[in-house]
């Protein structure tokens, strides 16, 4: 019993990430084989699972093919992010000169006060409709902390004596960097991943909400939310499924950074 009440909370948090992401991958693909004919607008029932959106479009359908934009700009964001912050952060905790570790952060201290709703907000406006703007600008927002981030957690294990002993040893900069200074960072990143794809789920959603983003009439769950919200007493599922496929994500993704911090916690201690 105790083993199982200790696997239950991770259980939940993989079924609260797999069952929005699978929705998301696999959607596109389902949606075309099923019979989702459009109706009267909010209406329930009468041959719709889950009833009918304002435009009287079928709601599963809608949520089949409206994760890969809610999801895969948000998860793409982060992935920018720490793929160039990560980068920045990694070269700067490392850097042989103070000048180089300064001309690498000091310019993304600049975009630190911005707001990041503001900033999106604009790039969507300028470049309407356009998901890989989004992503990109969600992406730059999180550039900045991410490279301190991954700068304060480096800079430590790069100053070192395991460093010093393999430069000695005449190993590469990068076989330094990733094998043994990127696995120091990989604790502070697992913890701060779950956060970071919430606030960038948050930021796609607010923006897409605000009618800032895609298109009015894209299946987008976000814009689903928005658009249908007038009809929620008459029509709730046209709401309630996409904010809760949203919801489920944004929990069970933070459940499952934490466990696996904690898990990552305690293998240390036990070594």
Do not use: C, K
Request: cysteine-free.
């Amino acid at each position: 019993m105790r083993n199982l009440l200790r696997r239950t909370p991770l259980a939940i948090a993989v079924i609260l990430v797999v069952v929005p992401l699978a929705v998301a991958a696999l959607g596109p693909f389902i949606e075309p084989r099923l019979d989702l004919r459009p109706g009267m607008p909010y209406m329930p029932g009468d041959g719709h699972l889950l009833g009918t959106d304002g435009l009287g479009r079928d709601v599963l359908g809608l949520l089949l093919i409206g994760g890969r934009t809610a999801l895969g700009m948000a998860i793409g964001a982060v992935a920018v992010a720490y793929l160039v912050g990560g980068t920045i952060g990694l070269v700067a905790a490392s850097a042989p000169h103070r000048w180089l570790d300064e001309l690498l952060i000091r310019p993304l201290d600049i975009l630190l006060p911005l707001p990041s709703l503001l900033v999106i907000s604009v790039v969507a406006v300028g470049w309407r409709a356009s998901p890989l703007a989004i992503t990109l600008a969600v992406a730059a927002v999180n550039v900045p902390t991410v490279a301190r981030l991954v700068r304060a957690a480096a800079l430590d294990a790069a100053s070192s004596p395991v460093v010093e002993a393999l430069r000695m040893q005449r190993e590469s900069w990068i076989g330094i960097h990733l094998r043994y200074v990127g696995r120091s960072v990989l604790g502070p990143v697992a913890a701060d991943i779950g956060t970071r794809i919430t606030l960038a789920v948050f930021l796609v959603a607010s923006v897409n909400f605000l009618g800032l983003g895609l298109s009015p009439t894209a299946p987008d769950w976000a814009v689903s939310v928005s658009r249908n919200r007038e009809g929620l007493l008459l029509q709730p599922w046209a709401v309630l499924a996409p904010a809760l496929l949203l919801v489920a994500f944004t929990l069970g993704f933070n459940l499952l950074a934490d466990r696996l911090v904690a898990r990552s916690r305690q293998v240390v201690l036990t070594r």
